[in-house]
């Protein structure tokens, strides 16, 4: 695992918020993959939130399309 404190921000503005688009995507994209994870074990949406330090209704107002996705697989 990267520990954080090694990367450094880029000083040019461009290239920062280019990192910062690119690190939500990830973010987002292992967000997900978690979730459809979690939902196949058969976790609750409470545990979920929990896990992720949201309410329920956060998360699966967020997140509902990956239960669709781990419905119609």
């Known amino acids: 695992m990267v520990d954080l404190r090694d990367i450094t921000v880029p000083t040019d503005p461009d290239e920062a918020l280019a990192a910062v688009v690119?690190?939500?995507r990830l973010a987002d994209s292992i967000e997900r993959q978690a979730?459809?994870?979690a939902l196949r074990q058969?976790?609750?949406w409470s545990r979920i939130a929990q896990a992720l330090g949201?309410?329920?209704q956060a998360a699966h107002k967020r997140l509902s399309d990956v239960a669709a996705d781990n419905?119609?697989?």
């Open 54 to 56: 949201i309410t329920k």
């Open 35 to 37: 979730v459809r994870s």
């Open 42 to 44: 058969g976790w609750p």
């Open 71 to 73: 419905s119609s697989t």
């Open 22 to 24: 690119a690190l939500r």
